[in-house]
């Protein structure tokens, strides 16, 4: 009978270490996942972080509000903006400022 019990025990106890083994293995992928879904999505900057580099790009205090409206309107101006070579990024927006205000 003790025999018995042990060997059952030892059943019992063998499929607790399974259970155990394959839940940290789906954390392991759970995690690996995770991560690579954070990577793969675009950074998103914010509206501050776009109005400090107005100023460090050198935009022109009377432009800078007119510039901040123009690409906050668009998150897509936000990536290209942030996309461009920093020291690119004045004459870029200028350069798109231009373009929309010939097409209006």
């Known amino acids: 009978m003790a025999g018995l019990l ?3 025990f030892d059943v019992f106890n ?10 940290r293995e ?3 992928v759970l995690h690996e996942g ?4 954070k990577e793969g999505q675009p950074r998103i900057h914010s509206e501050e972080e ?13 432009l800078q ?13 936000v990536r ?9 990024r004045k004459a870029w927006l200028l350069q798109k400022m231009q373009a ?4 209006c």
């Open 6 to 8: 042990v060997e059952q």
């Open 14 to 23: 063998n499929g607790i270490v399974k259970v155990a083994a394959a839940l």
């Open 26 to 28: 789906g954390n392991r």
């Open 34 to 37: 995770n991560l690579a879904l």
């Open 50 to 62: 776009v109005f400090k580099e107005l100023e460090n790009t050198g935009v022109e205090e009377d």
């Open 65 to 77: 509000f007119l510039a901040y409206n123009f690409i906050t309107s668009n998150p897509g101006l």
């Open 80 to 88: 290209a903006f942030f996309g461009c070579p920093s020291d690119r």
């Open 100 to 103: 929309s205000s010939d097409t």
